[in-house]
Structures are given as structure tokens and as C-alpha cells.
């Protein structure tokens, strides 16, 4: 049999270090180079061949897994929490860091994580800036409001943000001065370059032939939008990597952790351990769900009754789980069968 060398990588911002070792565990060579594609090029020249390689999920891992994955015979990325769990040390630096990280890899020890395809990670970078944009238009528009009141001007609430409106508002009101109508301006003018901007991103998206036919699936589901069906879409990634519907719930972090000892069992509220990402839209969507679908508003009603408005928004959010799904697996737009006991998608 061919010897297989292991490679561990700390990946860092301008350096990676390295340390690579054969099967039986024996040191071939450690040390760093620079974190650049062409440093890395000269490094894997200087690499026996066949080798495979791990290194922790970072905001760095990304580029660097896509230049070394069609030189690698296995390239790995391990899960951050779980891996400092197993590599738990008083002593850590990087060289230390490398080095374990190839020693899980060898031993088969790595609590390796989802690495989603190049196409999904570019086009899922654009719906987390369109986010930003969002967050940072909510600020303008919150920004306006408390200009207005440490000024104590008085304004409608619901129309402050229609032009119309706005416009009215600056060219009539007495108590907005000459110092503060030019701050208003600003944020306003903001608020619309950010909100043109958001839906150039969206419409770019949908209009994207990799996402179209698997967005417009997605929206067939009652209470689904075009933001809903893309975060879905760009965040799982490949749905195939989940099992079971569970499992798809924990990692949208729509259920609670469990903590077991003995005859003592305690459910900790939502999970930190989830993807923010799909979290958020989805309960933001299973907020809007009822008024969308009879049969996701008879189960708000049913969960409201035990009396807790937000156990029965995630009771919904984790049914439109079950539905996204079922469409994403079955690749067919969405149907409702009814039977006697149960509604299933």
C-alpha cells in the first residue's frame, strides 16, 4: 500500500502553520509560510505525495480549502467547538495547534464539519451582505426617528418613511432647523441608495440559473418568500447531509439543548449552537405563516391554547422546516395530502 502522509493546518490571517506526518505518527516536517496562493503553491511542490490535509473552519478556511482541494487526496474542516473540546491543552501556540489537528486527522479523531460546494459559498457571501444592508437601512431609519424626537418635532409614525411624506414633513415643519433638515436628508438619501441596492442584490439572486428552479419549488410552500426560500437554499446548501427532519431543526436552532444525569433531564432554552442565519428568517416567517396557511394557523391556535405566543411561532417554524424539506428532497412543488390524522407535505 501507498503511504499516506497527514497534513494539519492553523489557518490565520497571514500565516499558516503546518506540520505534516506519516501514518504511524512519525514527524516529517513542521514550520509556517505566508498565507498567499502563491506561497502555498511553493509549498506543495515540497510536499510527498499522496497527502491529505485538515485545518479549523475560520473565515480564512474558505479560499485556502478551494486552492488545495484538487492538489489534496482528502482535504478536511473541522468544527471549532468540538475540535477545541478534543484538543483541549494547557500549553497552545500554533506549532501545538498544527500539530494536534494532524494528529486528529491521522487517527481519525476529527470532528469534521460541512464544507458547502464553491457556487453555493459565493452566491451565500452576496445574501449575507444583502443582510447587511438591511441592518444598516433599519439603522438609518431608526436614526431619523430619534433625530426627530431630541428635536421634538412631532410625526406620524407609520408614513415617516414614505417619500411623500417625508418630504412634507422637512419643507413644512417649523421645529426642524437649518442645522438638522441637512441630517435628515442624509439618512433619508441613505435609506433609499441601501434599499435600491438590497433589491438589485435579491433580484440578481433570483434570477440566478444555479438557484431559479429550487427557489421557485421552495416558494410554492404557503408563507415562503423569495428571501425565506433563498436563505434556505444558501444556507443548507445540500440538503442530502441531513437524515432526519431533527436534525435539520437543531441546525436551524429551532429546539433547546438537553443536558441528561442520571434521573435528571433539563431542556435549555434555543440553542447557541445553530446557523443565525436561518434562525432569524425563520421565525420571522412562521410569524407571517398563519395568515398564509389554514392548516400552519390551526397549529398556532393549537400550540397559543397551552399559553405561550413564541413556543407556538417555533412550533410553526419547525413545521415550515418539515415542509422545506420535504420539497427540497422530493424536488416537486409543494402539496398538501390530507388524511384523517395528520397533514404532511
Request: contains cysteine; hydrophobic residues 40%; proline residues 4%.
Amino acid at each position: 500500500m501507498q503511504l499516506m502522509y497527514y497534513i494539519g493546518l492553523d489557518v490565520h490571517k497571514r500565516i499558516i502553520s503546518f506540520c505534516v506526518k506519516e501514518g504511524s505518527g512519525k514527524l516529517h516536517s513542521e514550520g509556517k509560510i505566508p498565507a498567499t496562493r502563491f506561497d502555498l503553491n511553493r509549498w506543495m511542490k515540497t510536499l510527498p505525495q499522496p497527502w491529505s490535509a485538515a485545518m479549523e473552519a475560520t473565515m480564512f478556511s474558505g479560499w485556502i480549502y478551494d486552492h488545495l482541494k484538487p492538489h489534496a487526496a482528502a482535504l478536511k474542516v473541522a468544527h471549532p467547538l468540538m475540535l477545541r473540546a478534543i484538543a483541549a491543552a494547557k500549553k497552545k501556540n500554533d506549532r501545538i495547534d498544527a500539530n494536534k489537528i494532524c494528529d486528529c486527522l491521522r487517527c481519525d479523531f476529527l470532528p469534521e464539519c460541512y464544507m458547502a460546494p464553491t457556487a453555493i459559498r459565493e452566491r451565500r457571501r452576496t445574501l449575507r451582505y444583502r443582510n447587511l444592508l438591511v441592518r444598516q437601512m433599519v439603522q438609518m431609519k431608526i436614526k431619523i426617528g430619534t433625530l426627530l424626537m431630541e428635536a421634538g418635532v412631532s410625526y406620524n409614525k407609520q408614513k415617516l418613511h414614505k417619500a411623500g411624506y417625508f418630504r412634507e414633513l422637512l419643507t413644512s415643519n417649523p421645529d426642524i432647523n437649518e442645522g438638522l433638515r441637512p441630517l435628515l436628508r442624509l439618512c433619508r438619501e441613505t435609506v433609499v441608495r441601501l434599499s435600491k441596492l438590497e433589491s438589485a442584490l435579491v433580484r440578481s439572486l433570483e434570477r440566478d440559473q444555479f438557484l431559479v428552479e429550487r427557489v421557485e419549488r421552495l416558494m410554492s410552500i404557503p408563507a415562503i418568500g423569495p428571501i425565506t426560500a433563498l436563505t434556505w437554499a444558501l444556507e443548507i446548501g445540500e440538503v442530502q447531509r441531513f437524515s432526519s427532519i431533527k436534525k435539520a431543526i437543531s441546525y436551524c436552532g429551532l429546539c433547546g439543548a438537553e443536558k441528561s444525569s442520571g434521573n435528571t433531564v433539563q431542556r435549555t432554552p434555543l440553542s447557541k449552537q445553530r446557523n443565525k442565519h436561518l434562525q432569524t428568517t425563520l421565525i420571522e416567517a412562521a410569524k407571517m405563516a398563519p395568515r398564509n396557511s389554514s392548516q400552519l394557523a390551526m397549529l398556532y391556535d393549537k400550540e397559543r391554547q397551552k399559553g405561550n405566543a413564541n413556543r407556538a411561532t417555533l412550533a410553526v417554524a419547525r413545521k415550515l422546516v418539515a415542509y422545506l424539506m420535504a420539497v427540497d428532497r422530493g424536488q416537486r412543488n409543494f402539496q398538501v395530502v390530507e388524511t384523517s390524522n395528520c397533514i404532511a407535505a
